[in-house]
């Protein structure tokens, strides 16, 4: 480690230690030798320290501790971890400032380890976002979820129903994107999708995106089992079957699909779902109505 990050992790140490409750006689030694090696940018060896003192008596209830011990797990991260989604040095690092922030009573550190948490949420939210797939889709509500606690930790005002709100839809619509790719081999992602729009609905129920996406995956549910899961040789009490549950799908995306419209009446995506749902309703006036509302809305533009 060069000697310009040796003074930068200083100046970030010794900023939050202005209250004089480090390196004195009564701090634990092992929090004092952290510290010095800290300095020194030996973290290794700072590792070591907090870790024999986190293991002492009082260490639970001394913010100075937590608060060394973040530091110390944080700069392992950086130093070992920066690239690993799910690194260990950085959970430790973001439950030892969260209970610092906790119980501390120096305003001068709590502003640091605040400013701390806001980093490691910051790292978060990324990882979150970068394994946001099909293959990766649970680290990253678990990233975000850590993302979550880290900013109510720094910032227990903060709306993290806005935050909430745009991930869950952008987790549902990798969902949806996934199962409309292939029906059959994905028809998990139907489900899932279901689910995290549902949840989003939980959250705010008047989201135009959770409430359009609701109405289009019921309606292209029942087009599919109309085209693609009736065969030529099956009965007629099975096609029967298979008409009733498209029908009962059309139902389930209709309330969805007209509180979109009644959120956002000139999109056009709307009207053409719902042309299309009161369409396979067989309320062809409906239909016709949304379709001449689309025709007009083409024209104005």
Known sequence: MNKRKHIRIFLALALAMLSGVLLNAQTSMHVNAAFMYLQQGQIDSAKKEIDLRMKEPGAANDPDSWYING?????????YENTNVES???????????????????????????????????????DAAQTLDTLNYKKSTINYNYY???????????????????YYNALGTMFNTAYTADKKANIKYFDLARDTYLKVLTIDPNDYKANFNMGLL????????????????????????????SVEMFKQSLPYAEKAYLMEPKREETLIVLS??????????????????????????
Request: with cysteine.
């Open 218 to 245: 019921y309606w292209n549910k029942g087009v599919d089992v109309i085209y693609n899961d009736i065969n030529l040789d099956d009965s007629i009490d099975v096609v029967f079957d298979m008409q009733d549950r």
């Open 71 to 79: 530091f110390v797990y944080k700069e392992l991260y950086k130093k």
């Open 276 to 301: 299309g749902i009161y369409y396979s309703l067989n309320d062809f006036q409906k239909s016709q109505m949304f379709q001449q509302m689309l025709e007009d809305l083409r024209k104005q533009k």
């Open 88 to 126: 260990p040095y950085r959970i430790v690092a973001k439950d030892a400032f969260i209970k610092s922030i906790g119980i501390d009573t120096s305003k001068v550190r709590i502003q640091a380890t605040r400013d701390n948490l806001r980093y490691l949420g910051s790292r978060f939210y990324n």
């Open 148 to 166: 979550r606690e880290c900013t109510l930790a720094a910032e227990p005002n903060f709306n993290i129903k806005t935050k909430d709100v745009e």
